[in-house]
């Protein structure tokens, strides 16, 4: 509803909200506040707000990227910020908003969450399962696997080293600054989706590696490994599963280092990925 669009303020634990502001048409989607009196809002269009009065009065900031949609922000202190949008856009400030620099995001997906751990190490997330991390204030950003095809909505850290990303059908990510190190995937999927297996992760391994499929017709499922001569090795899945996506941890331990098949079959279906196994 357009007309109960803005920014809504507590001061008593969620008991009542008063709305602050009225003045944009646009959509707002992220907040994030930096210390106890300093935030930035971001939305549709390429709006962007700051506040330096806890939220009670806000100041529209100039887009450096015309009327992009904005989808998640980040601020550290009173004076960084961070901000991700569609089409890859990721743009930051050092300045408290009077300047952005627009940063090379290495995609074109659409960009949901940021997070920073430090203030120069930080992570993002989006959809088809977009992970990218940077180490230098977002200078540069590199792909991290995230172990799923599925959009990412969320991302929380409480520390460094423990945070939580959530997305589509399901998914849960918990993630340190440095990699996924688990996979939870709860069965029930509230869509359809496709079928599929994501490449295992983390690869080469030793001696354990996770294997994330998602299904789309509810039935027999069988998740298999072969080695290089085309001999089963391990069943990891041989059950009746509905729609939903997955996650199967395989522990080779007793298996010689080489390299391995993982072939995913569902009905008609089948998709097989390589598996390097090094000691």
């Known amino acids: 509803d357009s007309k109960n669009r803005g920014l809504y303020k507590t001061t008593d634990g969620g008991k009542t909200w008063s709305r602050s502001v009225t003045a944009y048409n646009q ?57 991700v949008g569609d089409n890859g856009v990721i743009i930051r400030t050092t300045d408290g908003g009077a300047s952005w ?34 180490e230098n204030g977002g200078i540069l950003w ?47 999927s509230d869509g359809p989706g496709e079928f599929a297996l994501a490449q295992n992760y983390p690869n080469p391994f030793n001696p354990a590696t996770t294997l994330v499929f998602r299904i789309s017709e509810a039935g027999s499922v069988s998740l298999k490994i072969y080695d290089l001569l085309g001999r089963e090795v391990a069943v990891l899945v041989n059950e009746q599963r509905p729609i939903g996506t997955y996650s199967v941890r395989w522990d080779a331990s007793r298996f010689p280092s080489g390299i391995y098949f993982c072939r995913l079959q569902a009905g008609n279906r089948m ?9």
């Open 27 to 83: 959509e707002l989607l992220a907040i994030s506040f930096g210390d106890q009196s300093t935030a930035f809002a971001a939305g549709s269009g390429g709006l962007l707000l700051r506040s330096t009065t806890r939220g009670g009065t806000w100041n529209q900031i100039s887009s450096p990227v015309g009327a992009v949609r904005f989808n998640g922000v980040f601020s550290s202190g009173a004076t960084i910020a961070t901000v």
């Open 101 to 134: 620099s627009a940063q090379q995001s290495g995609t074109a997906n659409r960009l949901t969450g940021v997070w920073f751990v430090e203030p120069d190490v930080g992570l993002v997330i989006g959809e088809r399962g977009t992970m990218i991390r940077t």
């Open 142 to 188: 590199q792909s991290q696997k995230s172990g799923t095809a599925n959009a990412l909505r969320g991302i929380w850290f409480t520390v460094k080293d423990k945070g939580v990303v959530v997305g589509d059908y399901g998914t849960i990510l918990r993630t340190g600054a440095d990699n996924v190190s688990a996979v939870e995937c709860p069965g029930a």
């Open 271 to 279: 998709e097989t990925k390589k598996m390097v196994l090094l000691r």
